[in-house]
């Protein structure tokens, strides 16, 4: 790392100048954050100490949802092929957490050695035992999505009597781990499978302290006509509100993700266009993987600092000698009040306490005798890793964008590859592409209409005025920001008036958007009238 003084002459000090942001993050975690951590226990209550790999490994998602909505399909959709260990069925198939990441060959890797691997960001999985190791595995392939990305497949949740059943390992301390390392989460519900059982409820409410990240996605909507999938998405809105306990309304997806043919195809536009917002969702990623790190880290300081604080207060209020485990009793059930207190003392937001109830389960089987005091100079270092060098980070962010942009370092393969240049892509050949590849002005194909309509206008000298065509133009009832961008796109010569081929044009125009179309900027050269060409 170069270092080079700055300050004024009385006083020097040594600013750290890091080559990219993730260099940056290990350094000022391992050197201010982590004795923080360390000194009041904090792997202990909430996210075990970050490694090398933490920080380097590439963009991950996680899918999460109960089972048979098409988790496990999700992923082949993406990756147009299957993976190692691939298992699909009605029934609860996926019995396993499945890290899917690229590598030369096919294969896998067990859990128990995935988490021994220096190379991978696994390793603390081994404090959730055998039982889970069994359960948990690397599926490795070459594939082009996943050079950008890695794809984590989690076991179906359960419903109904199965729920009742004992997995052998903490699934809901698995996937607070995975969530807060995951770039997206993606829950996925089967549109004939909306209930939320008490399993898939506990899942997402660890979830929710990561709700930045969370995506949620209606699959095999093509099950159902347009009257059911309005009273589908109804419910599960309403389902969601109870459970993500948000005043915002979640964004949907809806969309079949598989290969099998639409049983209901009249919505297929709408599935199409959902599926491209949710495909530029996650080829983003690479490019805010960094950013995003960044943002880990520092919720990440300030939920360190809390815990600090906690833990200290209950230090201090410990005797020295006698009546040690009936203090420890009273503390717990007075923590409220100790969170209130903090609050005021430290000017800390309600919104930056751990859950108060998972806290004190887990203040039970702690030896308070064991805690430290408070320790200042921990705090101060921290606060000047949020107030400096995470603000010179920042500032490196939109650059190591711009330079992962011009790369077009983005998500590129697999089911990607057909929004790029493909026939069959979202919107190619219907709105404002068809005719793209036709010999013919696909204006001409309405030209008899628009002429009539054209010549009701008292054309002179072959032109109407611009105000002449406001009048027919706003019968459209289209706003008049759109009427605007039209008139721009259609008088292609710029003279203020409007021919009879350019009357034609913007009457293609205006029945596009009257379709549902969007109304491109520029006008492609395929609709530039011939006689303008």
Known sequence: MLKFLGGDDKKKKDIEVFDTVVEGLKKVYKTKLLPLEETYNFHDFHSPKLDDPDFDAKPMVLLVGQYSTGKTTFIQYLLEEDFPGLRIGPEPT??????????????????????????????????????????????????????????????????????????????????????????????????????????FRRAIEVLRRNDDKIRIVLNKADMVDTQQLMRVYGALMWSLGKVLQTPEVARVYIGSFWNKPLHFDENRRLFEAEERDLFHDLQSLPRN???????????????????????????????????????????????????????????????????????????????????????????????????????????????????????????????????????????RGEGIDAGRDAHEWIVNQDRDKYDAVFETLNPVDGKITGSTAKQEMVKSKLPTSILGKIWKLSDVDKDGMLDMDEWALASHLMKIKLEGHEIPNTLPDHLVPPSKR
């Open 94 to 199: 996926t019995d396993s957490f499945i890290a899917v990441m690229a590598a030369e060959t096919p294969g896998s890797i067990p859990g128990n050695a995935l988490v021994v691997d220096p190379k991978k960001q696994f390793r603390a999985l081994s404090k959730f035992g055998n039982a889970f190791l069994n359960r948990f595995q690397c599926a490795h392939m070459p594939n082009s999505v996943l050079n950008s990305l890695s794809l984590i497949d989690t076991p179906g949740i359960l419903s109904g009597e199965k729920q009742r059943l004992d997995r052998g390992y903490d699934f809901t301390g698995i996937l607070e781990w995975f969530a807060d390392r995951v770039d997206r989460i993606i829950l996925l519900f089967d549109a004939h499978k909306l209930d939320i059982s008490d399993e």
């Open 289 to 427: 993987a960094a950013l995003r790190k960044l943002n880990d880290l520092i919720k990440r300081a300030r939920l360190a600092k809390v815990h600090a604080y906690i833990i200290s207060s209950l230090k201090k209020e410990m005797p020295s000698v006698f009546g040690k485990d009936s203090k420890k009793k009273e503390l717990i059930a007075k923590l409220d009040q100790i969170y209130a207190q903090i609050q005021r003392e430290h000017q800390i937001s309600p919104g930056d306490f751990p859950d108060i109830n998972r806290m004190k389960e887990q203040l039970a089987h702690q030896d308070f005798t064991k805690f430290r005091s408070l320790e200042k100079k921990l705090l101060d270092r921290v606060d000047k890793m949020l107030t400096e060098d995470i603000t010179q980070l920042m500032t490196m962010v939109p650059q190591e964008e711009k330079i992962a942009f011009d790369k077009s370092n983005a998500v590129k393969g697999g089911a990607f590859e057909d929004h790029i240049d493909n026939p069959f892509g979202a919107g």
